[in-house]
C-alpha cells in the first residue's frame, strides 16, 4: 500500500507546523542493516501505477486535513531517486493544488549509485530543493561490508553531481560503530564530508534491527567502549 503521512493532529491544527512524508518503496538492492518498508526493484516494479495510488491516497489525507498550509516534503524510502523526475514532480504539484506552500522545503533521499546529472537537474526543476544523500561511508572495504552498490568515488561523484545541478540545501548520512572500523577511519569519514561544506552531516550508530539480514548474521562489530 501506498504510505503517505501528514504529520498533524486535528486537535492542536494550528500550533503544529503541516509536513508531508511521501514512501517511495524500493532500492536498487535491500541492505543487509535496513529494517525499513523496502523492496529491490524487480519486475514488479510498476512506477505509474504507485503514483496514481500515491495520488489518489493523497486526496483521501486531504479530506480529513484542517490545515491549508503544508510547509515541508520529505521523499524518503528506499530510494526515491529510482522514480523519475517527472513522477516527483507531478506529486508536487498535486500537493500544491491541495494545499498552500509556506517557504517550503522539499526534500529527496537519494542514494550513489542511483546519480545522473540529467536526473539531478529534472529533480530541481520538479521542485525538490533538499538531497539527503545515504553515503554512509567513504571508505570501499566498509561500504562492501554494509552491501553498499556505490563505492568511495561514486559517492564523491554523487555530492558533486548534487552540487552541479544547483542544490545548495544538502545532507550527508555517515554511519559508525561499523565492522573493523576504526575511531580514526570514522573521523576520515567526517572529514571527508566536511569538506564538501554541505549544510548538514546526520552521523548515526549502525544498530542491529530485528528482520534483517545482520540479525540472522550478525557481523563483529567494534567494542563499545570504542563506540563511545
Same mark, same amino acid.
Given at each position: 500500500m501506498p504510505l503517505f503521512s501528514l504529520g498533524s493532529l486535528s486537535s492542536?491544527? #494550528?500550533? %503544529?507546523?503541516? +509536513?508531508?512524508?511521501v514512501h517511495i518503496p524500493w532500492c536498487v538492492k535491500k541492505c543487509p542493516y535496513c529494517d525499513f518498508n523496502s523492496f529491490e526493484k524487480n519486475r514488479f516494479f510498476d512506477e505509474e501505477k504507485y503514483l496514481q495510488a500515491?495520488?489518489?491516497?493523497?486526496?483521501?489525507?486531504?479530506?480529513?486535513?484542517?490545515h491549508n498550509t503544508l510547509n +515541508?516534503?520529505?521523499?524518503?524510502?528506499?530510494?526515491?531517486s529510482l522514480f523519475s523526475a517527472d513522477?516527483?514532480?507531478?506529486?508536487?504539484? #498535486?500537493?500544491?493544488?491541495?494545499?498552500?506552500f509556506n517557504n517550503i522545503e522539499i526534500?529527496?533521499?537519494?542514494?550513489?549509485?542511483?546519480?545522473?546529472?540529467?536526473?539531478?537537474?529534472?529533480?530541481?526543476?520538479?521542485? %525538490?530543493?533538499?538531497? +539527503?544523500?545515504?553515503?554512509?561511508?567513504?571508505?570501499?572495504? #566498509?561500504?562492501?561490508?554494509?552491501?553498499r552498490i556505490h563505492d568511495k568515488q561514486q559517492a564523491i561523484s554523487a555530492i558533486e553531481t548534487a552540487k552541479n545541478a544547483g542544490f545548495e540545501n544538502i545532507n550527508l548520512d555517515l554511519m559508525f560503530g561499523?565492522?573493523?572500523q576504526s575511531i580514526q577511519q570514522a573521523?576520515?569519514? %567526517?572529514?571527508?564530508?566536511?569538506e564538501y561544506n554541505v549544510q548538514h552531516?546526520? #552521523?548515526?550508530?549502525?544498530?542491529?534491527?530485528?528482520?534483517?539480514?545482520?540479525?540472522k548474521h550478525k557481523p563483529v562489530l567494534p567494542e563499545n567502549d570504542l563506540i563511545w
Open positions: 492542536v491544527q #494550528h500550533t %503544529i507546523p503541516l +509536513s508531508l512524508y500515491l495520488l489518489t491516497d493523497l486526496d483521501q489525507e486531504y479530506k480529513s486535513c484542517q +515541508s516534503i520529505f521523499f524518503g524510502g528506499g530510494t526515491p513522477s516527483i514532480y507531478k506529486i508536487i504539484d #498535486h500537493a500544491r493544488q491541495l494545499f498552500k526534500t529527496l533521499e537519494a542514494n550513489p549509485g542511483t546519480f545522473e546529472q540529467e536526473k539531478f537537474n529534472n529533480f530541481k526543476e520538479a521542485g %525538490i530543493n533538499r538531497l +539527503s544523500i545515504g553515503i554512509q561511508s567513504f571508505n570501499d572495504t #566498509h561500504l562492501k561490508a554494509l552491501g561499523l565492522p573493523d573521523l576520515n569519514d %567526517i572529514t571527508i564530508a566536511a552531516i546526520s #552521523h548515526y550508530q549502525l544498530t542491529i534491527e530485528e528482520n534483517t539480514y545482520f540479525h
